[in-house]
């Protein structure tokens, strides 16, 4: 079965640190992938997307950039967060060539910019 | 732009009353995905409809997609303290990379 990780699962960050985030998935193989964030626990904003090793897609001009350097790795990064970088990321996953678009989320994590 | 929109916002009755939230879109979609999420935790998936007029049970959850595939409804009968959480609606279309668009949510709270 498929399984996907989030670490860490709580950050809390000054103002202007670089920030890391790591999603991982087990059990599938050239899956689709997604890092959204979610404020104040509502509807999710898709921040980027991959279909494939170094493929990445921007959905939101930002403070944030994405990587995967593996099928199955994709990294949130930042150079300098801000204050409004605060909030809950969600990874997802997502089968392509299928008929449907169902995805699959992680745990999440939250961070705290101070 | 694909829009959203789920109502009611916010949600709260007693256990063992009958509910319904809906989703609505102006748009088609190709797929509608319902998922459950609890605070602090990662969004949870219940059902994937994709087919206009196909309705789907999970015990005591009812889902329907519209004939038009441009709504869906999610009802829950006799609700339990356990159903409590944020209810999200998500729209596919599979011309976009299999990107979903996502309601703001039913924040729902079901006391004892």
């Known amino acids: 079965s498929q399984t996907i990780h989030q670490w860490p699962a709580t950050l809390v960050q000054p103002v202007g640190s670089p920030l890391s985030l790591e999603c991982t998935v087990e059990?599938?193989?050239?899956?689709?992938l997604y890092w959204y964030r979610q404020a104040a626990g509502r509807g999710l904003q898709l921040l980027f997307y991959?279909?494939?090793?170094?493929?990445i897609s921007s959905e939101v001009p930002q403070n944030l950039s994405a990587s995967r350097p593996q099928d199955r790795q994709f990294i949130l990064s930042s150079k300098k967060l801000l204050l409004s970088d605060s909030g809950f990321y969600l990874c997802?996953?997502?089968?392509?060539?299928?008929?449907?678009?169902?995805?699959?989320f992680g745990p999440g994590t939250r961070l705290t910019v101070l | 732009t694909q829009l959203l929109e789920q109502s009611p916002q916010f949600l709260s009755i007693q256990e063992g009353e009958n509910l319904t939230v809906y989703c609505n879109s102006s748009s088609v979609f190709s797929s509608l995905q319902w998922y459950r999420q609890e605070p602090g935790e990662g969004p949870v998936l219940l059902v994937t409809v994709v087919t206009g007029g196909e309705v789907k049970k999970l015990k005591r959850l009812t889902f329907q997609f519209g004939d038009a595939r441009k709504d869906s409804s999610l009802h829950i009968t006799a609700a339990q303290p356990g159903d409590t959480g944020l209810y999200l609606c998500?729209?596919?279309?599979?011309?976009?990379?299999?990107?979903?668009?996502f309601g703001k949510g039913t924040l729902l709270t079901v006391n004892p």
């Open positions: 991959s279909v494939g090793i170094g493929q």
């Open positions: 059990g599938t193989s050239n899956p689709n």
């Open positions: 998500a729209g596919g279309w599979l011309r976009s990379n299999y990107k979903l668009t």
């Open positions: 997802a996953w997502g089968n392509r060539g299928q008929d449907t678009d169902t995805q699959y």
